[in-house]
């Protein structure tokens, strides 16, 4: 073939979503696909294609079990993985990922009554998607407030006591507030960063102690979130965006200072999810939600359950050349 033959056309079939972006740079081709009425009021909007816009995630898929073959390096069988923020929202349905997947998991929370309430939830899960396993992995509720070092330590000697052993740390304990500024007061600033970085830094290094003595390598993930790269618009959330940039980099640094011990450590970053916490910020401000989807190349916020799956390969084998990433989970939002 001659070395100036032009390239054969690449034939272009058109996106199911309609993209009209307000608040960042909308993207320069425009899929022309008619907006349906509702859509069309609400400008914004992104419309997809109601079969392929289903966040259901497939609870009986095994993992590892004989009906469906996976990859056996995606199995957490036999790990034991502390979830800190595990008694809801993200933590929760992440935990519940994680038991499916075969793991022991300590939910722990400062709400420990609701943690509690959630054992025989996610052990039922298990028994539901692997009615052939006779073994079901130990879930466990502890209270803590990660903001604390005492509190803290006094978690993970009641996690070891119960299950021998930690393999695996999940950071969802976190929170945000909308203020702009400038009036957001220096002490709500200090609360908000006491839990999402000085709560992150805390119990990774608490955990990181464990791991060393114990000289066992382990995997730990911190949920960020987008706004550790990109401004949110239009709400104001500065002292929030500045905490997930923190976590990031805290886990780049101490993926360095810990990859001779065998310690992974990765962020996850999603984007705009349905959860309690974004739930609050909509109620509040309704018009909200269009701007966010509308942002979202996928059409849609995520389901906690987009998470399942992320936060899984993380802490397995299957990701062990893995260390310092960033994966965002976020639809496509921040590549716009
Ligand atoms: N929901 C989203 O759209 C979204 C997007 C990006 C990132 N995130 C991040 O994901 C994480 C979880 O968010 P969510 O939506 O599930 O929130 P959520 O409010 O539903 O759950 C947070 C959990 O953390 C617990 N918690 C709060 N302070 C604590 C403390 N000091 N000690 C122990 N536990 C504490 C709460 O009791 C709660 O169970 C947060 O770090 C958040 O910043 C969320």
Same mark, same amino acid.
Do not use: I
């Given at each position: 073939m001659p070395t100036d033959a032009p390239f054969p056309p690449i034939p272009f079939t058109p996106p199911k979503a309609v993209f009209k972006d307000m608040?960042?740079?909308?993207?320069a081709a425009t899929a022309h696909v008619p907006l349906p009425s509702s859509a069309a009021a609400a400008a914004n909007a992104i419309v997809m294609d109601p079969e392929v816009n289903s966040a259901a995630i497939d609870d009986k898929a095994p993992s590892g079990s004989a009906e469906k073959p996976v990859l056996p390096t995606f199995s957490l069988d036999g790990r034991t993985v502390v979830i800190t +923020? +595990?008694? +809801?929202g993200l933590g929760l349905v992440m935990a519940k990922g994680l038991v499916l997947s075969g793991a022991g998991v300590a939910l722990v929370d400062l709400n420990d009554t609701e943690a509690a309430s959630q054992i025989s939830v996610l052990e039922a899960a298990f028994k539901d998607a692997h009615p052939t396993l006779s073994s079901v992995p130990r879930v466990t509720a502890h209270k803590v407030d990660v903001s604390s070092e005492e509190s803290v330590a006094a978690c993970i000697g009641a996690v070891v006591s119960v299950h021998g052993k930690i393999d695996g740390l999940v950071t969802s304990a976190g929170f945000t507030e909308t203020i702009q500024s400038i009036d957001y007061p220096i002490d709500r600033m200090r609360k908000l960063w006491a839990v999402n970085v000085d709560g992150t830094y805390i119990f990774a290094q608490q955990i990181a102690r464990h791991l060393v003595k114990e000289k066992r390598g382990g995997s730990m993930v911190f949920i960020g979130s987008m706004s550790g790269s990109i401004v949110n618009v239009p709400q104001p959330q500065a002292p929030y965006n500045a905490s997930k940039a923190a976590v990031r980099h805290l886990c780049a640094s101490m993926a360095v200072e810990w990859a001779p011990h065998q310690i992974r450590v990765n962020t996850i970053s999603p984007g705009y999810m349905l959860t309690a916490l974004t739930e609050k910020i909509l109620e509040a401000n309704p018009d909200l939600r269009d701007a966010w989807v509308g942002g979202t190349p996928q059409g849609r916020m995520g389901a906690p359950e987009d998470l399942m799956g992320p936060v899984t390969f993380l802490l397995s084998d299957a990701s062990r050349f893995v260390t310092g990433a960033d994966l965002r989970v976020d639809g496509g939002y921040t590549v716009m």
């Open positions: 608040s960042k740079n909308a993207p +923020g +595990g008694a +809801g």
